[in-house]
């Protein structure tokens, strides 16, 4: 398998939350050349928030067939949900493993001056306004590589590839997870490529992942004329503007590393119409997930408050979320003795800042007693994460086949046998 022109590939062919067809399309004709037992629709589809209408999908079913998918797996995908899963099983007992690779780009528009590698060589984003912005494209290559790399079937245990929608916005793990898909599992991994470590250096581990909530606030006023009869109107526009300085301007918390934000703001009307409607985004984050609860609170009740100060109504919809997680120390061993068996330099645990819905899926396992970690593999990523400008050093991608590879035929043992 050509590692590097599977992600270009991809790259080149962003998707959103939910509407990854074409990426998903792409992972079950490859993983129907091995030995694997293949699930589609591996997603709770009742009660996502901010799942893609039919006009949505079929927009990119249109993209994704138009570049090149069957149509009958876009179909297919597009009814049932983009998430997949496939199981492999070696050729004697060992730990459940399920290994967690997402798909979902950004709503970002990728630069496209030649100092920016995708752009230079030819496979920048062709999709306008959408782009692989943190390293997702490199993580579906990866998981597909090591599906190879294992048929072979010379592994104890079993290896559970989850390949997963919408870790963007903290919605898919969650939709997976209610279809049972880390059930009976011993061992999670996650794999992330870069957050600032340098291009092939591994992280066994993370810290200071955030738990986080993301909520959507809808205001719903009165219009009326704003010269005419401006007392006869409800701004809602005013009530979420209210709101964002008074989201900002909640106070920090001594006991957790806290973050707020508001995403985007929209509104209704004309230069001279109060205006009726008005809809944020926004979130709220903690290393600590009980903190990250009363935050959570807070922002509702400046929602709230700012509504009540207009005589306006709000609908406040929680659109997705994470929690905070703390690695196995087992598990970090098992990764760095991996990683000298492969000859490549590793710490132990690497400090993240910011939130991944991964976390759910390592909650589920360590509640049921397995064990979790989340691994990092350094991109020399020239600029930031979720920044036009993002890209990772395509020769960090082979590391994290090697280490993984050598985690599950190793089945996790922390010393050499």
């Known amino acids: 398998m050509d590692l590097i022109n599977l992600r270009r590939d991809v790259h080149a062919h962003p998707e959103p ?243 707020v934000n508001v995403g985007t703001l929209r509104a209704d009307g004309n230069v001279n119409i109060v205006p009726a409607l008005a809809e944020l985004t926004c979130e709220a984050r903690s290393k600590d997930g009980a903190v990250n609860a009363d935050l959570t609170e807070r922002v509702k009740q400046v929602l709230r408050g700012a509504a009540l100060a207009q005589g306006v109504e709000v609908d406040i919809e929680e659109t997705g979320g994470s929690t905070s997680l703390d690695c196995d120390g087992e598990l970090l061993d098992a990764v760095l003795a991996a990683a000298g068996a492969t000859g490549h330099e590793a710490v132990r645990l690497h400090e993240m800042g910011g939130s991944d819905d991964a976390s759910l899926f390592a909650e589920a396992v360590q509640r049921a007693g397995g064990q979790a970690t989340y691994m990092v593999v350094g991109g020399g990523n020239p600029a930031p994460h979720h920044n036009p400008h993002f890209d990772v050093d395509e020769a960090a991608l082979p590391v994290a086949v090697d280490v993984l590879e050598a985690l599950v035929r190793r089945g996790a043992a922390a010393t050499d046998r």
């Open 17 to 259: 939350a939910f509407c990854e067809l074409r990426t998903a399309a792409l992972v079950l004709s490859h993983l129907r050349e091995l030995p694997v037992t293949v699930r589609t629709g591996a997603m709770r589809l009742e009660g996502i928030p901010a799942y893609p209408d039919a006009v949505t999908l079929e927009h990119f079913a249109g993209l994704a067939v138009g570049s090149g998918a069957d149509e009958a797996d876009v179909a297919k995908l597009a009814a049932e949900g983009t998430a997949i899963v496939a199981e492999l099983s070696g050729d004697r007992p060992g730990p459940t493993w399920a290994l967690r690779f997402d798909m979902d780009a950004l709503p970002v528009t990728e630069a496209s001056d030649g100092t920016h590698f995708p752009a230079a060589q030819g496979f920048r984003s062709s999709y306008e306004g959408f782009m692989h912005a943190c390293g997702h494209d490199g993580h579906v290559a990866i998981g597909l590589a090591l599906a190879r790399r294992l048929a072979d079937r010379d592994f104890p245990g079993t290896v559970r590839f989850l390949f997963q929608p919408a870790e963007e916005g903290g919605r898919g793990a969650r939709a997976m997870l209610g279809a049972d898909v880390v059930e009976g599992v011993d061992r999670f991994a996650a794999v992330h490529l870069g957050l600032d470590l340098p291009t092939g250096v591994v992280a066994a581990g993370i810290t200071g992942i955030f738990a986080t909530t993301k909520m959507r606030a809808r205001f719903t006023g009165t219009a009326s004329h704003a010269a005419a009869a401006p007392q006869d109107g409800r701004n809602a526009l005013l009530a979420a503007a209210t709101a964002v300085l008074g989201i900002h301007g909640l106070p920090r918390f001594s006991t957790a590393d806290t973050r």
